[in-house]
């Protein structure tokens, strides 16, 4: 019990306590979440994912291993969200913010303290990788498939182009594949940019607090929280022994897809007008329910 109570109060009360500072500078200043979408979206998140690539210490095969493991499940889930919210007869916008929040984690400022905490350094690295993974396709897949909400599936897909967080991948693939070193005066300004994700994600997330509804909204809410907390750690714990994760990968591989949905999903509802008062309730009861389905999961891990 203790071990638990230090688990909360070290990785978990921080991000309460950040997301809280939003909003109560939103409600104080009436301050509108949008413009801080836009930077988290735009500049700071495809600065961590530059930087994350590019000092990972894992093998390319390895690496490889865990993208190719989380990319896959993330489209089953979304691929189960989908037919279950046809399912339901989800209206279209209601469908494509079920799915995003389903089908996306809080892979990183959630996921990656608490997997630090619980299994150390070595299964961090592989945490990194997959949250590098659930970054980029939250940021590319996901935006065509918010945009989806509102646009057809042809104009959905040419946002992909205006995504900057592909540049970043490209970018640090090259970087690895060629041996480029990044210039120190580079390499700082990406690293500070970067580390303002985090804390801007649970920022905004707070201010999205503000906009919560949760009126007749039940079955949509219960779907995506249903699937996010328990349908995909179930599936990620068959598709880890059928993929050949072990040790550390499968600890990593496991405990990152039962995390809550992800903060990003509310920049991603907020950016392409995707319910996101829907898609942020969804973000708040999966994240305070979560302990509820990640402790046993940690203990049988172990």
């Given at each position: 019990?203790?071990?638990?109570?230090?688990?909360?109060?070290?990785?978990?009360?921080?991000?309460?306590?950040?997301?809280?500072?939003?909003?109560?500078?939103?409600?104080?200043?009436?301050?509108?979440?949008?413009?801080?979408?836009?930077?988290?979206?735009?500049?700071?998140?495809?600065?961590?994912?530059?930087?994350?690539?590019?000092?990972?210490?894992?093998?390319?095969?390895?690496?490889?291993?865990?993208?190719?493991?989380?990319?896959?499940?993330?489209?089953?889930?979304?691929?189960?969200?989908?037919?279950?919210?046809?399912?339901?007869?989800?209206?279209?916008?209601?469908?494509?913010?079920?799915?995003?929040?389903?089908?996306?984690?809080?892979?990183?400022?959630?996921?990656?303290?608490?997997?630090?905490?619980?299994?150390?350094?070595?299964?961090?690295?592989?945490?990194?990788?997959?949250?590098?993974?659930?970054?980029?396709?939250?940021?590319?897949?996901?935006?065509?498939?918010?945009?989806?909400?509102?646009?057809?599936?042809?104009?959905?897909?040419?946002?992909?182009?205006?995504?900057?967080?592909?540049?970043?991948?490209?970018?640090?693939?090259?970087?690895?594949?060629?041996?480029?070193?990044?210039?120190?005066?580079?390499?700082?300004?990406?690293?500070?940019?970067?580390?303002?994700?985090?804390?801007?994600?649970?920022?905004?997330?707070?201010?999205?607090?503000?906009?919560?509804?949760?009126?007749?909204?039940?079955?949509?809410?219960v779907t995506a929280g249903a699937l996010r907390l328990v349908a995909a750690p179930l599936l990620a714990?068959?598709?880890?022994?059928?993929?050949?994760?072990?040790?550390?990968?499968?600890?990593?591989?496991?405990?990152?897809?039962?995390?809550?949905?992800?903060?990003?999903?509310?920049?991603?509802?907020?950016?392409?007008?995707?319910?996101?008062?829907?898609?942020?309730?969804?973000?708040?009861?999966?994240?305070?329910?979560?302990?509820?389905?990640?402790?046993?999961?940690?203990?049988?891990?172990?």
């Open positions: 019990m203790i071990g638990l109570l230090q688990l909360f109060l070290n990785n978990l009360l921080p991000i309460f306590l950040t997301a809280g500072a939003g909003y109560l500078v939103g409600r104080l200043l009436d301050i509108n979440p949008r413009p801080v979408s836009q930077l988290t979206f735009y500049i700071f998140t495809p600065c961590l994912i530059f930087n994350l690539l590019v000092h990972s210490q894992l093998r390319g095969g390895e690496v490889a291993q865990m993208f190719g493991f989380a990319s896959l499940l993330m489209v089953v889930v979304g691929l189960i969200a989908w037919l279950v919210g046809r399912l339901q007869r989800f209206d279209r916008r209601t469908q494509a913010a079920v799915v995003i929040a389903s089908m996306f984690m809080n892979a990183g400022n959630f996921g990656l303290p608490v997997i630090l905490f619980a299994f150390g350094e070595a299964t961090l690295s592989y945490a990194s990788v997959f949250f590098v993974t659930s970054a980029v396709l939250n940021t590319s897949l996901g935006a065509v498939i918010a945009s989806t909400g509102s646009l057809s599936l042809r104009q959905a897909a040419l946002n992909l182009v205006k995504l900057p967080t592909l540049y970043a991948l490209i970018l640090a693939l090259l970087v690895l594949g060629l041996g480029w070193k990044v210039p120190l005066p580079l390499e700082r300004t990406s690293k500070l940019l970067g580390d303002a994700a985090i804390p801007g994600m649970a920022i905004m997330l707070g201010m999205q607090f503000l906009h919560s509804n949760w009126s007749f909204r039940t079955a949509p809410l714990v068959g598709m880890s022994l059928a993929w050949g994760l072990r040790g550390p990968a499968l600890q990593a591989g496991v405990l990152e897809a039962a995390m809550p949905s992800a903060v990003l999903n509310s920049v991603l509802a907020t950016e392409f007008d995707l319910d996101p008062a829907f898609v942020t309730a969804v973000i708040l009861a999966s994240t305070l329910l979560s302990p509820l389905t990640l402790t046993p999961l940690m203990a049988i891990l172990s």
